[in-house]
């Protein structure tokens, strides 16, 4: 509830994209790549009579027979560095990011695409699977044959493996730096987004975790902010809704470092700027959940118990284990980041005081991400509309010069807009022009529609020139992704 009370209920109350999956579909599915990124770790270490190993399996099956009681069947299958499951692309949850990256490429290494389990599954037929997985070699081109053969051996015909697809060359003009800092950025993410959850668990059981851990990883983004900011600006749209907190202060650790990068901080005040954020609400762990998610208008008692959470955070922070590793600033930070420059905001200070540069840097970035995040008790706004909102009605509240500063951050058809371009063709904002003379030539990636929905074609910069002095494609308007059924974070991953 990073809005004020009545802006934030302004709005009503709409739905999530119609791209996703049922939550309880995509739960079991998660659930499912879980347990195979177990599953093929322990059977390269036991054997099918080992007890853990056995005990796997049971668990393994609960979830693949509770999916296919379920659908009915039960397909996984890898398309272009995603899982589907029955043909719809599953998400992962913040947690299960490691799951589906290994499950990806031990898939993809044995040129497997997918497997289909038609009918219930028993315990020999998932071990005869795992162990006829473990046994292919990489980059045997006739894997998905030999896997249905072997299967076809043993009596098994309930089970198709097919191979992988070919998916065709669509990151045109990706170096592969910019690929590896891209996985590099995702890793750091979402391990990220796991530890701020883990401490804040932590927090609420009342144990001290360490900040040493967290700060390793800041120390780790803002490289990352430093080599390519809009990797990371490109992930903040993934927008968890489940894992809100967690995901909005890792979105707002990374806005506030660009800002803090464009102010000339070192790497040291980076360092204590990026763990402020990851804690500006860190107060809200002390708040019921019924009270955070809301759907309807809180009522006074709930609002002053809200506007407690800069206090609250202050007290948490202070007694994290390593103390030392927090100073004065990043505790006033905390402090500040709902406090306005015309007194508007709280906690409701007795004498007028100054916000220190920590909690205006904060207090934008978290506005921002706030407001283009869905949430139970209104809609989101798309990039731009945010901005506009910022700079038009919250002029008068929020640092004139770091607003400007964001702005070249996501620029002014900010990362993750959708475009309608001259060429009538649709495309998502990748990354800012690097010269602002040039801001409304951004680079996007060209989207198309097929019986899939939306898919990525190639990417374009709207520098491209017709060969003379004629732009190729130039932005017409933005539109709202939400009405095309557009899921906008997909494109990030
Ligand atoms: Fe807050
Ligand atoms: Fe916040």
């Not at 739905?15 to 996703?20: F, K, L, V």
């Not at 005869?128 to 053969?149: C, H, M, P």
């Amino acid at each position: 509830m990073e809005l004020d009370k009545s802006a934030a209920q302004s709005q009503g109350v709409s739905r999530a994209p119609s791209e996703a999956m049922s939550p309880d579909l995509a739960k079991l599915g998660n659930q499912l790549v879980s347990k195979f990124h177990v599953l093929m770790r322990v059977s390269q270490i036991y054997d099918a009579k080992n007890v853990t190993f056995r005990q796997f399996i049971q668990e393994s099956l609960q979830t693949i027979n509770a999916l296919i009681q379920k659908e009915g069947i039960l397909s996984l299958k890898i398309l272009k560095n995603e899982i589907f499951l029955n043909d719809q692309r599953l998400r992962y949850s913040a947690d299960g990011f490691t799951s589906f990256k290994y499950v990806l490429t031990h898939w993809q290494r044995k040129l497997i695409g997918g497997v289909t389990f038609r009918g219930l599954v028993e315990e020999t037929v998932l071990n005869e699977f795992v162990f006829i997985f473990n046994s292919l070699e990489d980059g045997i081109e006739d894997n998905a044959a030999r896997f249905t053969q072997r299967l076809a051996d043993h009596g098994i015909r309930s089970v198709d493996v097919t191979p992988l697809e070919e998916s065709a060359s669509e990151e045109e003009g990706t170096t592969l730096q910019e690929e590896d800092n891209k996985e590099v950025a995702k890793k750091v993410f979402f391990e990220t987004i796991g530890t701020v959850k883990e401490m804040i668990t932590q927090i609420k059981a009342k144990q001290y975790p360490d900040v040493r851990k967290l700060k390793r990883l800041v120390q780790k983004t803002i490289h990352l902010v430093m080599e390519d900011e809009s990797i990371l600006l490109g992930l903040t749209t993934i927008k968890n809704y489940d894992e809100y907190t967690y995901n909005h202060c890792v979105n707002v650790s990374i806005y506030a470092l660009g800002l803090g990068r464009r102010l000339g901080f070192s790497r040291e005040t980076l360092t204590e700027l990026g763990l402020t954020a990851l804690f500006h609400d860190a107060g809200k762990s002390r708040i019921p959940k019924e009270v955070l998610n809301k759907p309807a208008a809180l009522n006074d008692e709930e609002w002053a118990l809200m506007k407690k959470h800069p206090l609250m955070g202050v007290e948490t922070v202070l007694n994290l284990k390593q103390l030392g590793e927090i100073n004065p600033r990043m505790v006033i930070g905390i402090f500040d980041h709902h406090l306005k420059g015309d007194a508007s905001g709280y906690p409701k200070l007795f004498r007028k005081k100054e916000i220190s540069l920590f909690g205006r840097i904060i207090q934008i970035a978290d506005m921002y991400d706030a407001m283009t995040t869905f949430r139970v008790y209104r809609k989101a706004w798309t990039p731009e509309q945010a901005l506009a909102i910022m700079l038009r009605d919250r002029g008068k509240q929020l640092d004139p010069i770091l607003l400007k500063f964001l702005i070249g951050l996501v620029g002014i058809f900010p990362i993750g807009s959708l475009v309608l371009l001259s060429t009538g063709e649709l495309g998502i904002v990748l990354k800012p022009n690097a010269d602002p003379k040039w801001m409304d030539r951004p680079q996007v990636i060209l989207i198309s529609r097929d019986q899939k929905g939306y898919v990525k074609k190639e990417l374009a910069d709207l520098m491209a020139t017709n060969g003379g002095n004629q732009f190729k494609r130039s932005i017409v308007k933005t539109l709202d992704p939400n009405k095309y059924h557009i899921d906008i974070a997909k494109y990030f991953l």
